[in-house]
């Protein structure tokens, strides 16, 4: 059985999966400097990837920790070298502190960054830094351990 935020009821993690939470093209969304076109990222490869549509926007996606996990790294797919930053935010102050920053990539290395443990305001949101309409992200995942 599924409960709020397709956790099982048996907080068995992340749509059922226990070490990881998927990162996908499509979970990023437009940034507050979005001036030059109406979204951030766009869909390519027929949702395989996804890319921005000028090469100064950043695209930040956002994700709710299972109650009970904590978020420790992650790895992000990419078709040339993206920057990217993980940050703990906060639905009930408005705020996003800085954890750990890498980079995506087509070899990409874990990213690092400062535990992240599940609350009841907390989220985690990670910015990708594009420099051309040419990269590609293709995803990544989260790594959740219990708590």
């Not at 068995?12 to 070490?19: A, I, Q, T, V």
């Not at 949101?125 to 590609?136: G, M, N, P, Q, V």
């Amino acid at each position: 059985a599924r409960g709020e935020n397709n956790l099982d009821v048996n907080q068995s993690g992340w749509l059922g999966y226990n070490g990881r939470i998927k990162i996908l093209p499509s979970d990023f969304r437009a940034d507050s400097d979005d001036s030059t076109a109406n979204y951030a990222m766009t869909s390519a490869h027929n949702g395989g990837s996804g890319r921005v549509m000028n090469k100064f926007l950043e695209a930040i996606g956002m994700w709710t920790i299972p109650n009970g996990f904590k978020a420790t790294n992650c790895i992000l797919y990419a078709s040339a070298t993206i920057g990217a930053q993980v940050y703990e935010c906060n639905t009930a102050t408005s705020t996003a502190t800085s954890k750990g920053t890498g980079n995506a990539s087509s070899a990409p290395s874990v990213i690092n960054f400062t535990d992240i443990t599940a609350s009841t305001t907390n989220y985690i949101a990670i910015r990708l830094d594009f420099t051309s309409t040419t990269h590609y992200f293709y995803g990544g995942h989260i790594t959740i351990d219990r708590v």
